[in-house]
């Protein structure tokens, strides 16, 4: 009964080689965010969506990209993965902006 | 912006042990602080809340204080058992304006020893 999904589990990619991760919900919530979680750092919020408007954080490199073709779906895409970007992807999401958020279990990005 | 400091970043206990975790804020507008534990390559799962017209909220082994004029919380852990072991990460929000966003603490890796 996960109720935030990612997929896949595990991502293994090349320097400069696009990379997309999937988050789904099960939860029918409103907003859904992407956060980047280095090793023994808190995570670092990338950007939210609120329905289909984006809202993107100030210092997020324009590198990352995210799509919410509809409700229950969010896409990470890297366009040109780094050796920098090797990190824990962790989506999330809640009802409201101002509501609990719950994380899906994450994505951890491998760059080579 | 919102600043949240975190102590300690490491704590070992003996089981049976209590455990206890500290956070301060720096924006007196922040109005919500939720504590994540994360276990080794999973995502925080949420364990505990509370919002500022609160001091104290308890959920079995597990309670959260705050002081509202000090700015800081306190996550405390009863009794405290080997899968209790994981990272904490304490969080503040603001209740208005664009940053509505989470402010997270840097973490406490919490081990129980048995």
């Known amino acids: 009964d996960a109720m935030v999904i990612q997929n896949p589990r595990y991502q293994v990619t090349q320097f400069g080689k696009p990379v997309t991760l999937s988050c789904s919900q099960t939860?029918?919530?409103?907003?859904m965010y992407w956060y980047q979680q280095k090793s023994s750092q808190a995570p670092k919020l990338l950007f939210h969506?609120?329905?289909?408007?984006?809202?993107n954080e100030a210092d997020t490199p324009d590198n990352f990209q995210s799509r919410r073709p509809n409700t229950s779906f969010c896409f990470l895409d890297i366009r040109s993965p780094g050796l920098g970007d090797a990190a824990m992807y962790l989506c999330?999401?809640?009802?409201?902006?101002?509501?609990?958020?719950?994380f899906g279990p994450g994505t951890r990005l491998l760059v080579l | 912006g919102e600043n949240v400091e975190q102590h300690p970043s490491t704590l070992s206990v003996q089981e049976g042990d209590s455990a206890v975790i500290k956070c301060t804020y720096s924006?007196?507008?922040?109005?919500?602080f939720p504590w994540y534990k994360q276990e080794l390559g999973k995502g925080p799962q949420l364990i505990i809340d509370?919002?500022?017209?609160?001091g104290e909220k308890k959920d079995q082994r597990i309670a959260v204080t705050l002081n509202k004029t000090a700015k800081h919380f306190s996550l405390h852990i009863t009794e405290t058992q080997p899968e209790d072991s994981a990272v904490y990460f304490c969080?503040?929000?603001?209740?208005?304006?664009?940053?509505?966003?989470?402010?997270f603490g840097s973490g406490t890796q919490l081990t129980v020893l048995p």
């Open positions: 999330a999401t809640s009802r409201e902006r101002l509501e609990t958020q719950y």
């Open positions: 939860l029918n919530h409103n907003v």
């Open positions: 969506y609120y329905d289909k408007d984006f809202n």
């Open positions: 924006d007196s507008a922040s109005n919500y």
């Open positions: 509370i919002r500022s017209n609160v």
């Open positions: 969080a503040a929000r603001l209740s208005s304006g664009s940053a509505r966003q989470l402010t």
